[in-house]
Every structure is written in structure tokens, then in C-alpha cells.
């Protein structure tokens, strides 16, 4: 079974920049598709970056040119960089590993933007 740990958030001032790491243990990420989804306080979760087992990506509108997603199979891990940070980005951010019908959560971290 697929575990998925994330790293990375924190506090951070608008304009500012902050790296999230998805991250397995046990099992390859190679295969996975994986998403990058974020829930703020009173609001439904929403996908914002989304990357293949082939490594198409596919961005939400709000962050197209600020986040980039990416793969690092030898760490096997997946990225999540987010530059020019705006307060409503303010959010818990979750990873999700999906491969066939077979879906895994990450349990989250917390991302704020605020001065």
C-alpha cells in the first residue's frame, strides 16, 4: 500500500516562495500518477497541479506560471514549487498518488501566506 508523506509548507510573506515535497516509502512513485490538491478553511478541495507516470503536468488557472510540479524518481519523491505566493494560496495542501482505481491521500501540510 502506497504511503505518502508531505513536507515543505510553513509561514510565508506574499511574493515569497515555498518548495513542498511528496514524498513514499516502500513503493516506486514511478508508476503513480499524482496530484497536488489544497483545501482553505471553508472551502471544497481543489486540484492545482497534477503530473503523469509519463510526466505530462497539468496546472489549475490560479497557479499556471507561479507552481511547477515535477518528478525526482531517483529521490522518489514529487515536488510542488510555488513562487509569487498571494494569501489566497493559504491553505493545507495534500498529495495523492493514483494508479487504476487505486487512490492514496498524504495527510497534509499547512501552507499560509500572509505579511
Known amino acids: 500500500q502506497l504511503q505518502l508523506v508531505e513536507s515543505g509548507g510553513g509561514l510565508v510573506q506574499p511574493g515569497g516562495s515555498l518548495r513542498l515535497s511528496c514524498a513514499a516509502s516502500?513503493?516506486?512513485?514511478?508508476?503513480?500518477?499524482i496530484g497536488w490538491f489544497r483545501q482553505a478553511p471553508g472551502k471544497q478541495r481543489e486540484l492545482v497541479a497534477s503530473?503523469?507516470?509519463?510526466?505530462?503536468?497539468n496546472y489549475a488557472d490560479s497557479v499556471k506560471g507561479r507552481f511547477t510540479i515535477a518528478r525526482d524518481n531517483a529521490q522518489n519523491t514529487v515536488s510542488l514549487q510555488m513562487n509569487s505566493l498571494k494569501p489566497e494560496d493559504t491553505a493545507v495542501y495534500y498529495c495523492?498518488?493514483?494508479?487504476?482505481?487505486?487512490?492514496?491521500w498524504g495527510q497534509g501540510t499547512q501552507v499560509t501566506v500572509s505579511s
Open positions: 495523492k498518488g493514483v494508479l487504476g482505481p487505486w487512490n492514496y
Open positions: 503530473i503523469t507516470s509519463g510526466g505530462s503536468t
Open positions: 516502500g513503493v516506486t512513485l514511478d508508476y503513480y500518477g
